[in-house]
């Protein structure tokens, strides 16, 4: 992130003395990336940030992961899946890898804990609500159709407004923009589409006092994902001012400008984001191909190397009519499997000059697994939905209705 800011008190130049009206020394502290090698932020601070006085066993939710196999493209129903309120603790696991995890929360509006994510950035796609995200860089607000942006090892909480669905997509790896939409130096460049003044930071430092505080981190081990209850002898907000390029930030959809053509466009075009080995796309309302012959839904394809999540938030998408997916479903398309639209959607598509459909992508290299959460939510009649019926006598055991049974395209 190449985009400077600076909020609060600092010393004129790094690294140098910043005290208070009676002469206390603040301590700085260097928040980076990629050891030394890439963005970082300095902050300064009235008590010292490794002053620890316990360490305890935080038992995070249930991270047990099941393959995908036999291999099947899936329909996960979101809204069905019941969560705690806790913008962190009742966070359900939907789908994972080694690389990046799917969660998912229906928020109360209690504030969480405070959180320190140290095994990558969090990009938390807000479906509906509103609130803010107290973080040791300020406040920053968020409304329904936000990405919210947080990077490792952020100390951070979620104070809602109001009851939020928040589409937590948790990385082992930072996340930023895509490569070719910046410049050699970290500007976006103008075919990109979104640019620096869409994305929000926050506006104030946010000063806190107190003792014996309590931070939930979530770290690795050799045995995986753990968590612990760290206790620090003063607040992690107690920050004066800080300067820098690493700091969370929101984009909101809306400021996404789509990338339209003549006839149909591949999803690189609707990427928004990118973390190591996985990408962030978003399909928003928009005109469609203006070729006079163009098929203005997806064609077939097939997952060479990656298994494709699509999240639908709004609207109406046209090429999944007819399959039982609606706004809150999430469906998986795996490596390995072709897919594209329900047969009926490709001639209803033809004439169509405009799509209104929203929905959240992640496309990863390495293969998905369900969580506990997306297990509980599957609709078990997907996978045969372009077939028009359940599996064959001899391939019964792929399916998790019980036996053949007919369902509708249309």
Known sequence: MAHYRALGRLPRQRHTQLRDDDGHLFREELMGEEGFSSDSSLLYRRGVPSAITDSRVWELPDQSRTPNHPLKPRHLKLHDLETGTCPVEGRRLVLGNN???????????????????????????????TGVVETVFGVVPYRAGDYVLVP?????????????????????????????????????????????????????????????????????????????????????????????CLYPYT????????????????PPVH??????????????????DYHDLAIPVP??????????????????????????????????????????PQPSAIEASLGVQYFDESAVMVD?????????????????????????????????AAGDDGGPAVYSNS
């Open 364 to 396: 990863t290299f390495a293969p998905l697994e369900l969580g506990e959460g997306g297990l509980a939510v599957e609709d078990p009649a997907y996978a045969w939905t372009w077939a028009g019926r359940g599996p064959s006598p001899a391939g019964g």
């Open 299 to 340: 064609y077939y394809h097939s997952n060479v190397d990656s298994d494709e999540v699509m999240f639908y938030v709004g609207g109406d998408y046209e090429a999944r009519k007819g399959s039982g997916i609606g706004i809150g479903s999430i469906s998986l398309h795996p490596g390995g499997h072709a897919h594209g």
């Open 271 to 288: 990427q928004v984001f990118e973390g190591w080995n996985f990408v962030i796309c978003n399909f928003l309302p928009r005109k469609v």
């Open 152 to 244: 490792r090892a952020t100390d951070h909480r979620w104070v809602p407004a109001e009851p939020s669905r928040l589409y937590a997509i948790e990385a082992n790896s930072h996340i930023h923009p895509p490569k070719r939409y910046l410049s050699r130096f970290g500007q976006l460049l103008e075919h990109a589409p979104y640019c620096e003044r869409d994305l929000h930071g926050p506006a104030d430092t946010f000063q806190a006092e107190g003792t014996d505080v309590e931070v939930l981190v979530k770290h690795r081990t050799s045995a995986g994902i753990v968590g612990t209850r760290l206790t620090y002898a003063t607040h992690p907000f107690d920050v004066v001012g800080w300067d820098g």
């Open 99 to 129: 690389d990046v995890r799917i969660t998912y929360v229906v928020t109360g509006t209690d504030p969480s804990p405070l959180y320190r994510n140290a095994i990558g950035d969090e990009c938390v796609f807000v479906e509906s609500g």
């Open 251 to 266: 984009f909101n959809i809306e400021d996404y400008m789509p990338i339209t053509g003549k006839v149909h466009q591949p």
